[in-house]
């Protein structure tokens, strides 16, 4: 096959620290580039294009392709074999390191399209967010269980900090599943594709107060809103009682219950009452 020949030839060991399982289901490797409806405008990143099954897929039909990759031994392989691809820009680097805003500018809106990594999905979901603006679209895959968490309902069991903080900046939508026999290694879940798209006014004053918030409450996930409240480190609301009337929750909620809406609420209520009692704002 394709993929063994080159791990072959290259004398390449998939490395399970770096997450290494490549994606050699050419049926899916065509679904996703075709679910990606890459134009010929567009500025393709890729986090993590391992040997390039996917890249070499994508590259023709993009405007730019920027891969990057952290295994040095992978960056060569990708090197050698996808030399001849003029609009591919090849980075030796770790995605969390790379400051994706600083391509944007250079390029415009860069369109995420990735098998990456999954040991480090939530830092990818705190990249994502932090360089939203910069984003066109999102394309993604992700474990199942990791996605669980991601598209989960308040009141379940996966419903926590990547589930609020996810949904409240993204419109995120389930495309396909992908099973594990897909991939060389095969890893012990399946994984899902996915789509996710910055919106435009997720509605949140303080980005930083918002997210610090929701960590906050998801640490004391048994402890009623009310005396999270009442002991909170970020906010400090003279009377948490009054405040959750006002905001029309009810006292006795418990954090796995608050909806997405109404913890961009909490966090703006606090910003918004600061801002009335002080005015020089020091959040
Ligand atoms: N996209 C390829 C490879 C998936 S495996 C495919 O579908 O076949 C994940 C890839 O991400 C590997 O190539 C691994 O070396 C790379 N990687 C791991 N950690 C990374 C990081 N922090 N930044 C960039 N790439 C990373």
Redesign the pocket.
């Known amino acids: 096959m394709h ?1 063994r020949r080159i791990l072959n030839e290259y004398g390449l060991i ?2 399970r620290k ?7 289901s050419k049926s899916c ?1 065509a679904k996703i580039v075709d679910s990606a409806d890459i134009k010929r405008t567009d500025v393709i990143l ?10 070499e897929l994508m590259v023709d039909s993009a405007s730019a392709l920027i891969g ?4 040095r031994s ?1 960056f060569k392989v990708l090197k050698n074999r996808l030399k001849d691809k003029p609009n591919l820009i090849l980075i030796n ?6 400051d994706l805003n600083s391509y944007a500018s250079k390029f415009g809106s860069l369109k995420i399209v ?7 999905s939530s ?1 990818i979901i705190d990249s994502l967010i932090r360089h939203r603006r910069s984003l066109a679209q999102v394309f993604l ?1 992700f474990q199942k269980e990791y996605i669980d968490k991601i598209f989960a309902v308040p009141g379940s069991k996966d419903y926590g900090i990547i589930s609020v903080i996810t949904q409240a900046y993204f419109e995120v939508k389930k495309l396909f599943k992908i099973p594990k026999n897909f ?1 060389y290694p095969s890893p012990k879940f399946d994984s899902y594709f996915i789509v996710l798209l910055a919106k435009k006014l997720p509605g949140i004053d303080n980005d930083a107060l918002f997210l610090s918030l929701v960590r906050e409450f998801f640490k004391s996930r048994r402890k009623t809103v009310k005396r999270i409240i009442k002991n909170s480190k970020i906010i400090s609301v003279p009377d948490p009682a009054e405040a959750l009337y006002n905001l029309n929750i009810g006292l006795n909620s418990r954090p796995e219950n608050i909806t997405v809406s109404e913890y961009i609420e909490i966090a703006n209520y606090y910003c918004r009452s600061i801002g009335e009692r002080d005015a020089s704002g020091t959040i």
């Open positions: 993929y998939p490395k770096l997450g290494q399982n490549f994606l050699f490797l890729e986090i993590g294009p391992g040997i390039g099954n996917l890249t990057i990759e952290k295994d992978l680097e770790d995605f969390l390191n790379v990735a098998n990456p990594p999954y040991y480090i830092l895959s991939f």
